[in-house]
């Protein structure tokens, strides 16, 4: 169980262009989902915290019109990259919370999207 | 402000044991993640310690001390492919995870 999802596993695109993100809790349902960023050998990066029905929070120094955030329902969260440039360029992971955890606050990773802005 | 201290590289023989430590200082604390993450995936769950002392699970085991604001990972019996980055992830009073960047355990046969 526990399974978390998202498309694409990987993206080419052009300078200027948009990339939406999908992430998608699979068989349970999230109230909270987090999307990170992870440059070459270093550590999680936060963006931002996505709550059901309500809008994103997001980290310090990340441009919320840049990477617009969507968490329409219990299971499926999207961030959309606009106008990427090639220092957009970056793997993307997405996390999620169980409604249900309790005590137990674990986040269940999404595979990752690794994005190359050309 | 919060903080995560581990070392950056390990490295450790097939079949034998290693410890890999973590301090950390948090705003408020809600239990601690280990998670392991090979290179160009995405991060997995290994275990959550909210109270004192150990925990097993199979050929790992963690350890917390909430006074002393450490924790270690134990990998026993080393296989190659637990190669991978190993990543301690306090949670603060918000239920945020704290990330650091890691230890690289790199295994020899």
């Known amino acids: 169980g526990a399974v978390v999802s998202q498309h694409p596993s990987w993206v080419i695109c052009k300078s200027g262009t948009s990339v939406k993100i999908e992430c998608r809790s699979l068989d349970f349902q999230a109230t909270t989902m987090f999307w990170y960023r992870q440059f070459p050998k270093q550590s999680l990066m936060l963006m931002a915290t996505?709550?059901?029905?309500?809008?994103?929070?997001?980290e310090q120094g990340v441009e919320k019109d840049k990477f617009l955030i969507n968490h329409a329902s219990l299971t499926l969260s999207t961030l959309t990259v606009t106008s990427a440039h090639p220092e957009d360029s970056s793997f993307y992971i997405c996390?999620?919370?169980?409604?249900?955890?309790?005590?137990?606050?674990?986040?269940?990773f999404g595979p990752g999207t690794r994005l190359t802005v050309l | 402000g919060q903080n995560i201290d581990q070392p950056t590289e390990m490295t450790a023989t097939e079949g034998a044991i290693v410890q890999i430590n973590c301090t950390y200082q948090t705003s408020g604390f809600n239990g601690l993640f280990w998670y392991q993450q090979h290179a160009g995936e995405a991060p997995t769950f290994l275990s959550y310690?909210?109270l004192d002392g150990l925990e097993e699970k199979g050929r790992f085991s963690s350890f917390l001390s909430r006074s002393k604001g450490y924790s270690y990972l134990l990998l026993k019996e080393l296989q190659m492919k637990d190669s991978a980055s190993y990543l301690c992830?306090?949670?603060?009073?918000?239920?945020?995870?704290?990330w650091g960047a890691g230890t690289k355990l790199i295994i020899k046969p």
């Open positions: 992830a306090p949670s603060d009073s918000n239920y945020q995870l704290i």
């Open positions: 310690n909210v």
């Open positions: 996505s709550n059901e029905g309500s809008k994103a929070t997001y």
């Open positions: 996390s999620a919370r169980d409604l249900l955890a309790g005590e137990v606050n674990e986040q269940f």
